[in-house]
């Protein structure tokens, strides 16, 4: 038996149309139609093309989420969506969505942060989300670590990624290895028959003069400029390039620093609950090195199934739950996607 508001959520924000359906924080349904394959051949996302994707597989991901929860539209309590950050033309198409969903169903609507909802999708999982926590979110689009005092109101950023996103990483190194599109889990899989110590990556600003004014910051451009450097050295000399060693030296440089600059965050505020999201939080090596780490210093690791940590429509339905669970004012009709949405603007 199931308890708390039933929300529906709809994620767009990049090139996944997800509906999730959730009952408190429990998920009943998380239906998701990806448009991956379509941007596979231009090594990364094209936003007219997922937006064009959003629009045909909306209406469809609806209607599964509907059969697979075994709920009618007009039993929804609420709908959640995300409002941004994202790709403005996507995101478009999932407020669009929600609004004709709100104002035909006569519920409330609540525009959501994209983040935010990365965060909240771990209840679904692991019970009540502690509060405060550390929150650690990586993936295509940001990398950033954040101070959650209250998911639906309070959030702090602490640092975030000067240059590229961590996925982003993962998607361009494996693309100048010839690995293909989208890198991180390709990276994961090759790097599992590689050496993480076989090359000595740089750490992107962890030197102590960087760490002056970048302590809980990210870069992972040098990064991934030294693997090109390194791989046409030894393709420029005619020898063969071990992909492997590559992929697990490249991935232990970027999840050393991920989960070191995450600790010295919660530690360093006391926080002693950390929960990791975003498609990277799917890479099995973070998800290792995190929970041995946070084990020595006294921090709790949550990271939710590969298949919540990856952007989903139930991530916005838990967030959206949790919302009308704290009396939070939903959103009016005339909500507005914003591509650049702070995280501290956790309701729109
Ligand atoms: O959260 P997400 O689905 O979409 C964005 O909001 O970006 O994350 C996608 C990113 C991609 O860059 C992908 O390469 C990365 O997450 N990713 C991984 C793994 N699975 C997905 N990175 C490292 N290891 C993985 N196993
Ligand atoms: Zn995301």
Redesign the pocket.
């Known amino acids: 038996m199931t308890s708390g508001p039933l929300v529906l959520g709809i994620e767009t924000?990049?090139?996944?149309t997800g509906v999730g359906i959730v009952s408190g924080d429990t998920l009943l349904a998380d239906a998701v139609a990806s448009s991956v394959a379509e941007h596979a051949r231009f090594g990364g996302?094209v936003p007219e093309v997922a937006s064009r994707a959003h629009l045909e597989a909306m209406v469809p991901t609806i209607d599964r989420a509907c059969e697979t929860a075994g709920v009618r539209l007009t039993d929804v309590d609420a709908i959640a969506v995300t409002a941004g950050p994202?790709l403005a033309g996507a995101l478009l198409v999932g407020v669009a969505a929600a609004k004709a969903l709100a104002l035909g169903l006569d519920k409330p609507l609540y525009g959501v942060n994209?983040l935010a909802a990365?965060v909240a999708v771990d209840q679904l999982q692991h019970g009540p989300l502690p509060e405060p926590c550390l929150a650690m979110l990586?993936?295509?689009?940001?990398s950033s670590l954040l101070r959650v005092d209250d998911v639906t109101a309070d959030i702090d950023p602490l640092g975030a990624t000067i240059d590229d996103?961590?996925?982003?990483a993962?998607?361009k190194v494996?693309r100048l290895l010839g690995l293909g599109?989208?890198?991180?889990?390709v990276?994961?899989?090759t790097a599992a028959s590689g050496s993480s110590i076989a090359i000595d990556f740089p750490r992107g600003l962890t030197s102590r003069r960087d760490l002056e004014r970048h302590r809980f910051d990210f870069s992972f451009s040098g990064l991934k400029t030294a693997v090109a450097r390194w791989v046409e050295a030894r393709e420029r000399a005619g020898e063969p390039v071990p992909v492997a060693d590559v992929a697990a030296s490249f991935?232990e440089a970027?999840v050393d620093v991920l989960v070191r600059k995450a600790l010295d965050a919660a530690t360093s505020a006391g926080i002693e609950e950390m929960v990791i999201?975003?498609?990277?939080?799917?890479?099995?090596?973070?998800r290792a090195l995190a929970a041995e780490r946070a084990e020595t210093v006294g921090v709790r690791v949550r990271v939710p199934r590969?298949g919540l940590?990856?952007?989903n429509g139930a991530m916005v339905a838990a967030l959206g739950a949790e919302m009308v669970a704290r009396g939070r004012t939903p959103s009016t009709l005339d909500l507005p996607a914003d591509s650049s949405q702070p995280v501290t603007s956790v309701l729109v």
């Open positions: 924000s990049c090139d996944e996302v994202g994209h990365h990586v993936s295509g689009g940001h996103a961590a996925g982003e993962f998607d494996a599109f989208p890198g991180g889990p990276i994961d899989a991935q970027v999201g975003g498609g990277v939080a799917a890479n099995s090596r973070l590969p940590c990856t952007d």
